[in-house]
């Protein structure tokens, strides 16, 4: 390839979009480098050397779906007015963008005794941005004297678990059903932690 015309930027962009449609098509074991190289036209070099690795470069895209789940939960929430309102808005938020198309390749990376441990760790850490989510939404509510004063580092890690929890029912079940069990969930736990619950 000409290197004066090649654009460094663009070659990252094609690649990482080729290598989201084959992950999410094939799963991540079944996806290798020589798969990605093909789709975007790049030679294994190109992708070794802005990626070094095929698990870099999931974990980059992981990193990108989280980034825009949050960025799709920020653009929702300025059309809540009231913490409680935002908690039955981020639980709906959860329940239709649970499923995402690298769901299933992260879990196979996750779980393959060959990967990296700081990829899986990397993974994992996704977890902190919805959990960042719920506490700024619960440490709002307290603030605004909408819920009581409480542990809300444990308040978010529960509900996160519940929703995550929950969450595993979109494999089986059409996710308009599963609105109102989302729902009911989120008025048990404001029961709770609302001023004036038990």
């Not at 990482?16 to 074991?29: H, R, T, V």
């Not at 050397?49 to 653009?75: C, P």
């Not at 309102?85 to 963008?97: F, P």
């Not at 700081?118 to 996704?126: A, G, P, R, T, Y």
């Amino acid at each position: 390839m000409n290197k004066r015309r090649y654009d460094s930027e663009n070659a990252k962009y094609k690649i990482m979009d080729k290598a989201f449609l084959l992950f999410s098509q094939k799963g991540y074991n079944q996806t290798s480098v020589g798969d990605i190289s093909k789709a975007s036209g790049y030679s294994k070099g190109h992708i070794y050397y802005h990626f070094k690795n095929k698990e870099k470069l999931f974990v980059l895209l992981a990193q990108k779906t989280m980034r825009d789940w949050y960025n799709k939960w920020m653009h929702k929430e300025s059309t809540y007015s009231t913490a409680t309102e935002k908690l039955c808005g981020v639980a709906l938020h959860v329940l239709y963008n649970f499923q995402t198309p690298l769901l299933k390749s992260g879990q196979e990376l996750a779980s393959n005794p060959n990967s990296s441990p700081e990829s899986v760790k990397q993974l994992f850490n996704l977890a902190e941005i919805p959990i960042g989510t719920y506490k700024s939404i619960l440490q709002e509510g307290v603030d605004k004297g909408e819920f009581r004063d409480g542990n809300i580092d444990e308040w978010s890690v529960l509900l996160g678990t519940w929703l995550g929890g929950l969450s595993q029912l979109t494999n089986t079940q059409d996710l308009s059903t599963l609105e109102a069990l989302f729902s009911k969930a989120i008025t048990i736990f404001l029961g709770e932690i609302k001023k004036g619950g038990s």
